[in-house]
């Protein structure tokens, strides 16, 4: 029990009020070193989030929000009119620095309506109002993630093997986290689980993440390459696939972290469930399907020499690497949102959950 809470009370984003001072675990040090680092600049606060110090969709988004009120923070009081302006700009700057997770945008227009609402108040009100939106976010995102692994939880038994790819945990949210939210809350309650994680090409959060926080829970994990992913479930190994989501369009295509779609397909051609975990702040009914969500694509030094010793392919070398591809809904069993499980058709069902308001 221990163990666990010191997995899923993990602080990976913490903003100390008295100090005034916003810092997020490191995320690229682990699973070799945990360690804090303090963000002040906007220009330290684009590169955490580019670099993935801080990474996973709601955790980038929660960051954002402290972000905007740290930086509304250094805005100049004798300039009013101008507050918001600079602010907006911060936003955008910010805004920039990842296309594909729509919690960054999300969190970053909640924290702009705010100060539209209170602009033209005192600035030590205004701030307040700031940083209360950016707690608020914080708390909402714990309140959602113990929700979800509820009801995660209900799509598996005890002894059941699942597999999951990059990391979904507390590191990348905050708390059980999502798709590690019902395995963690499961433990928590005495079951047994036999997750399998991918390592996770190019940037390797099965490996360096995943398994360090279920090991670290007491979780019976076993780490396997991306490729490993069809032997496990042809052994019989694997009852249910659980992944997170840095976006799901209105049809319910979902966009993960590249290699997803390749775990759904193999799910579907082993009949195995294949769920994706998410809040609603994922969910981006703007977004009519997977075409039109935008794909990160990054530095091919990621797949070329980023974890070697030696370059592993010539310097000229071309090289495509997507951060990300689209899960197509038809391979999706179901969404696991905060407020309940979404089944096909999901044009009416992740519509409803915004209809009702619940
Ligand atoms: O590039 P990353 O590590 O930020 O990608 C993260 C993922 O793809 C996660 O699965 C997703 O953000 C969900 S986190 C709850």
Same mark, same amino acid.
């Given at each position: 029990m221990k163990d !666990?809470?010191?997995?899923? /009370?993990?602080?990976? +984003?913490?903003?100390?009020? =008295?100090? =005034?001072?916003?810092?997020? !675990?490191?995320?690229?040090?682990?699973? %070799?070193?945990e360690k804090e680092i303090r963000l002040e600049t906007a220009e330290e606060m684009y590169t955490a989030i580019q670099t993935?110090?801080?990474?996973?969709?709601?955790?980038i988004g929660i960051c954002a929000a402290y972000c905007l009120y740290a930086l509304a923070r250094t805005i100049p009081e004798e300039e009013p009119e101008a507050f918001l302006e600079k602010?907006?700009?911060? #936003?955008?700057?910010? %805004?920039?620095?990842?296309?594909? &997770?729509?919690?960054?945008?999300?969190? +970053?227009?909640?924290?702009? &309506?705010?100060?539209?609402? /209170?602009?033209? =108040?005192?600035?030590?009100?205004?701030?307040?109002?700031?940083?209360?939106?950016?707690?608020?976010?914080h708390e909402d995102d714990i309140a959602k993630c113990a929700a979800i692994s509820e009801y995660g939880l209900t799509l598996v038994k005890d002894g059941d #093997?699942?597999?999951? /790819?990059?990391?979904?945990?507390?590191?990348?949210?905050?708390?059980? #986290?999502?798709a590690l939210g019902p395995i963690l809350l499961g433990t928590e309650r005495g079951m047994r689980f036999r997750v399998f994680s991918d390592e996770t090409r190019p940037l390797l959060q099965g490996a360096r993440l995943t398994s360090y926080e279920l090991h670290r829970a007491g979780v019976d994990v076993t780490l396997v390459c991306? %490729?490993?992913?069809s032997i496990v479930m042809k052994n019989g190994w694997v009852q249910a696939c659980f992944v997170g989501c840095d976006r799901v369009a209105a049809n319910g295509d979902a966009a993960n972290k590249i290699g997803t779609s390749g775990v759904a397909i193999l799910a579907k051609h082993y009949g195995i469930p294949f769920y994706v975990l998410g809040p609603t702040s994922t969910i981006d009914l703007n977004c009519p399907d997977g075409d039109h969500i935008p794909i990160e694509e990054r530095n091919p030094e990621e797949i070329k020499t980023l974890w070697y010793e030696?370059?592993?392919?010539?310097?000229? !070398?071309?090289?495509? %690497?997507?951060a990300f591809d689209v899960t197509d809904h038809s391979l999706i069993s179901g969404i696991v949102t905060e407020k309940g499980i979404c089944r096909a058709p999901y044009t009416e069902s992740l519509a409803a959950l915004f209809d009702n308001k619940t």
């Open positions: !666990i809470q010191k997995v899923t /009370h993990v602080q990976n +984003i913490r903003y100390d009020k =008295e100090a =005034e001072a916003l810092y997020i !675990i490191d995320q690229t040090r682990l699973p %070799n070193e993935l110090q801080v990474r996973g969709a709601p955790a602010l907006r700009a911060y #936003g955008a700057y910010l %805004n920039s620095s990842r296309p594909t &997770a729509v919690n960054l945008s999300w969190a +970053i227009r909640a924290m702009l &309506a705010t100060a539209e609402e /209170h602009w033209n =108040e005192e600035r030590a009100a205004l701030l307040e109002a700031l940083y209360q939106k950016a707690a608020a976010i #093997g699942i597999l999951t /790819h990059c990391n979904a945990g507390p590191l990348a949210t905050s708390r059980y #986290g999502t991306d %490729n490993m992913a030696k370059p592993m392919a010539l310097s000229d !070398i071309k090289c495509y %690497n997507p």
